[in-house]
């Protein structure tokens, strides 16, 4: 073949010189993201990285639906610097000091035994960010150490396809409605067909997120829920444009739930020992300490910082649940410590699912669990029984 000759490769070739360098391949470069090679699930050492790869692979209203807060995300901040505030010291002179390096993380809250005393928190609508939705959930959260999941009110499937999908605990969770009966319609079937326990949510009142806004015009599922989000409709004449459809909440709403709700009860969105002493009063079975992962008051205070008295006012009465800002093991070990029974995982488990699906909510949820155990053995407690608040030095401002 002489050099005039064209064959196939010096076409393709010469095909690819010509896109590389054609000033129309750049113009489909987002100039706003990180083109850089989405590493492989094995690479990544800690539930940060998966953030920053679900950033990757979604689209900007999917990612900042799952990464905002109320307003100015004052509350959203504080959440993550409060775990700085608080800083672990070893347990030398501990009971726990066996010189045996087994730990046991078990424990059983309303009978629901757990591996570690870690769940998946209820979080909306995961089928914006994999096919299968909170089935997917479901499944990388059995594959991790059979951790039980919260399924949310705003889940894009229904209870009995999330719970087929995998064999973990799944509790339920309510935003509660003025209509009695329906309440009961969609708890009703959850529990015949395995819910554990009910979680009712009562801190999204009149909630704003500006990141939304920002948002409202990029036409895709997961953004632009509007200025007050969620609720119900706004009535007309209301020159606030508040939804009304979470200004209603009184404590006769449990009282009235119990009667046909036969499996505990938990209140999430508690803040201050006033509310909880209230709680117990009307008669749950478990205190949720949340404040929605900072989306539901600005300039509100940590979980953490107030978790300590919420615990002080429970007295023990019932178990102690507690979410907002845990990214690390060592978080999990801090609310431990400051009191709480068990810590629930939102943001966290949805970056694994954003990332790889399944096998992103099970790698996520384990290297959880892993560096949990770590800072257990480095604060010398071998078992549950033994973290208390002698591990812990909070200096909150």
Same mark, same amino acid.
């Given at each position: 073949m002489n050099k005039f000759e064209i064959s196939r490769r010096r076409s393709i070739e010469a095909l690819a010189g010509f896109l590389a360098g054609s000033p129309l391949l750049s113009g489909q470069i987002d100039p706003i993201r990180d083109h850089a090679?989405?590493?492989?699930?094995?690479?990544?050492?800690?539930?940060?990285?998966?953030?920053?790869?679900?950033?990757?692979?979604?689209?900007? &209203?999917?990612?900042?639906?799952?990464?905002? /807060?109320?307003?100015?995300?004052?509350?959203?901040?504080?959440?993550? @610097?409060?775990?700085?505030?608080?800083? @672990?010291?070893?347990?030398?002179?501990?009971?726990? !000091?066996? /010189?045996?390096?087994?730990?046991?993380?078990?424990?059983?809250?309303?009978?629901t035994k757990m591996a570690f005393p870690i769940l998946v928190?209820?979080?909306?609508?995961?089928?914006?960010?994999?096919?299968?939705?909170?089935?997917?959930?479901?499944?990388? &959260?059995?594959?991790?150490?059979?951790?039980p999941m919260i399924l949310s009110n705003n889940s894009s499937l229904s209870f009995d396809k999330v719970m087929s999908a995998a064999s973990s605990p799944m509790w339920v969770q309510l935003y509660p409605k003025q209509?009695?009966?329906?309440?009961?319609?969609? @708890?009703? %079937?959850?529990?015949?067909?395995?819910?554990?326990?009910?979680?009712?949510?009562?801190?999204?009142?009149?909630?704003?997120?500006?990141?939304s806004q920002h948002d409202r015009n990029l036409n895709a599922t997961g953004g632009g829920r509007g200025r007050f989000g969620g609720g119900g409709p706004?009535?007309? /004449? !209301? %020159?606030?444009?508040?939804?009304?459809?979470r200004l209603w909440y009184e404590w006769k709403f449990f009282e009235e739930l119990r009667t046909? *709700?036969?499996? %505990?009860?938990?209140?999430?969105?508690?803040?201050? &020992?006033?509310?909880?002493?209230l709680a117990l009063e009307h008669g749950v079975d478990g205190?949720?300490?949340? !404040?929605?992962?900072?989306?539901?008051?600005?300039?509100? %205070?940590?979980?953490?910082?107030?978790?300590?008295?919420? *615990?002080?006012?429970?007295?023990?009465?019932?178990?102690? @649940?507690?979410?907002?800002g845990l990214r690390r093991g060592a978080d999990v070990l801090k609310a431990l410590a400051l009191g709480a029974n068990a810590v629930c995982l939102g943001r966290v488990p949805l970056w694994g699912l954003g990332s790889y699906g399944v096998t992103g909510v099970t790698r996520v949820l384990e290297i959880m669990q892993a560096e949990f155990v770590q800072a257990m053995l480095q604060t010398g407690c071998t078992r549950l029984s033994a973290?208390?608040?002698k591990i812990v030095l909070a200096n909150f401002p």
């Open positions: 090679r989405v590493p492989g699930i094995k690479e990544l050492l800690t539930a940060f990285e998966f953030e920053a790869v679900m950033y990757a692979k979604q689209t900007r &209203a999917v990612y900042n639906y799952r990464a905002y /807060g109320e307003e100015s995300e004052f509350t959203l901040r504080r959440n993550r @610097l409060a775990f700085d505030w608080v800083k @672990l010291a070893e347990n030398k002179a501990g009971t726990s !000091n066996t /010189g045996s390096a087994t730990v046991d993380t078990s424990t059983e809250i309303f009978g928190s209820p979080t909306a609508l995961h089928g914006d960010l994999d096919k299968d939705g909170e089935q997917s959930t479901h499944k990388g &959260a059995a594959a991790a150490s059979n951790t209509a009695m009966d329906a309440n009961k319609a969609y @708890l009703e %079937p959850a529990i015949a067909q395995g819910a554990k326990a009910v979680v009712v949510t009562v801190d999204q009142l009149a909630t704003v997120y500006e990141r706004v009535p007309a /004449g !209301n %020159p606030y444009r508040i939804s009304v459809g046909f *709700v036969k499996v %505990p009860i938990v209140i999430k969105g508690i803040l201050t &020992a006033e509310d909880a002493k205190i949720y300490v949340s !404040n929605h992962g900072g989306r539901s008051l600005d300039y509100g %205070p940590s979980t953490l910082e107030v978790l300590p008295e919420i *615990v002080d006012a429970v007295g023990g009465k019932v178990p102690v @649940l507690f979410d907002s973290i208390n608040r």
